[in-house]
Each structure stands twice: as structure tokens, then as C-alpha cells.
């Protein structure tokens, strides 16, 4: 088999896997969908072998464990501005972009090489919908209607560092894995849980969603 063929072999395997896993949680992806997030993939493996930008590797497995991942809070997407607080490489930001093209996504994170990253990943897939603010959260004042942290930190840290604009009205969105029990009990008491939900990605067993807003 020549180089040519085996590698549509492997693009139509992985699009296959990625379009499969997003009807196996009632995500709406497109063909044309599925075809930027592996761009996504494909340009985020190139990047992560020079800089490192995540502890995932291959495309196949961040595939899984990245771009579905993010997805799974799709249904979970209110409002006109989503903020991705601590972004790193675009996830879940990214993901979510492409399938929300008619939604504003502004990616946060302090870290220059991966804000590099983000604008390249911006420029390189036409993701008008997106802006990336080089960062701290806590130094963020622009708008928010829905605010996404994941992989951040401990639930009292991550509504302590999106407190502003949690207080005007955002709802934070912070993605867990196991049921993060303990964390709940130290939520301070300026922040209240709306929901704990487990949700369904494929391949993994312990996947959870806060929803947490401020009662201040």
C-alpha cells in the first residue's frame, strides 16, 4: 500500500471515529465539521512535539480525549459569548467554535507560547468566531454570558478566579472528571452549584460537568 493510500486510510478511519463519537452524544457535527477539527488535531500534534502545549499525544488519542471531550458540553452552550478560562491549547474552545460558528468564543490563558498556538489555530481555520487574550483570568473584563474551565483547577479556584464575571451574571461551566465530592464541600458560600451533571464521552468512564454560579 502506497504512503498516499494508507494515509486516507487513516483520515477516513479518524474522521469516521470522530463523526461516530459525536452521534454517540447527540452532538450535530457536520462533515465539514469533522474535517476542521482534524486540521485542529493535525496542527496541535505538529506544535505539541516542538512545544510541548499538552501531555497528550498522537492524534488518535487526542482525539478521544481532547476534541470529544470538549464536545460533551455542547448542549450545555447559553448565551452569545462563551469565555474558555485557562484555554492552554483550545479545549474546550476550540472544539466548541467550530460546532458554534454563530456563537463569539474569547480564549484566556497567560501563557505566550500557547496564545501563539491559538492565534495560528485561529488563523489557520478561518475561526472568525474566535478572539484569544493573552492573560491572566483574573485580569479579563471583557463580556462573558457563559464561562468554560477546564482541566483548571479545583472548583474553588476556578470560581475564585472568574469571580468578576461571574458576579455579572455568567454561569460557570467547569469540567470535571470523578465526581469532584470534595471540591463541592469547599466551594465558599458566595458561590452556589446549579447542577452536577455525569456526562458521556466515549472511551471514558468518569466525566462530569459543574454548573456554578455567584450569589454575591
Not at 498556538?117 to 463580556?143: M, S, T, W
Amino acid at each position: 500500500m502506497s504512503g498516499k493510500s494508507g494515509g486516507a486510510k487513516t483520515e477516513a478511519g479518524l474522521r469516521g471515529r470522530l463523526l461516530a463519537g459525536a452521534k454517540a452524544m447527540n452532538v450535530p457535527l457536520t462533515e465539514a465539521g469533522a474535517g476542521k477539527l482534524l486540521d485542529y488535531l493535525r496542527l496541535l500534534d505538529k506544535w505539541n512535539r516542538r512545544f510541548n502545549l499538552s501531555g497528550v499525544s498522537g492524534i488518535g488519542e487526542m482525539l478521544d480525549r481532547h476534541v470529544l471531550d470538549s464536545l460533551s458540553v455542547a448542549s450545555l452552550m447559553s448565551g452569545e459569548t462563551i469565555v474558555d478560562a485557562g484555554s492552554g491549547a483550545g479545549l474546550p474552545g476550540i472544539p466548541l467554535a467550530v460546532l458554534f460558528p454563530g456563537k463569539h468564543f474569547v480564549l484566556v490563558d497567560s501563557n505566550g507560547k500557547k496564545t501563539r498556538f491559538l492565534l495560528q489555530a485561529k488563523l489557520e481555520l478561518g475561526l472568525d468566531n474566535v478572539r484569544v487574550e493573552h492573560c491572566r483570568i483574573e485580569d479579563y473584563n471583557g463580556p462573558a454570558d457563559l464561562v468554560v474551565c477546564r482541566a483548571l483547577a479545583t472548583l474553588a479556584d476556578c470560581a475564585a478566579k472568574t469571580q468578576h464575571m461571574l458576579s455579572r451574571g455568567a454561569m460557570l461551566l467547569a469540567m470535571k472528571g470523578r465526581h469532584p465530592g470534595a471540591e463541592l464541600a469547599r466551594l465558599p458560600d458566595a458561590f452556589s452549584v446549579e447542577f452536577m451533571e455525569r456526562v458521556h464521552v466515549p472511551g471514558a468512564s468518569n466525566r462530569h460537568v459543574a454548573g456554578i454560579r455567584s450569589s454575591v
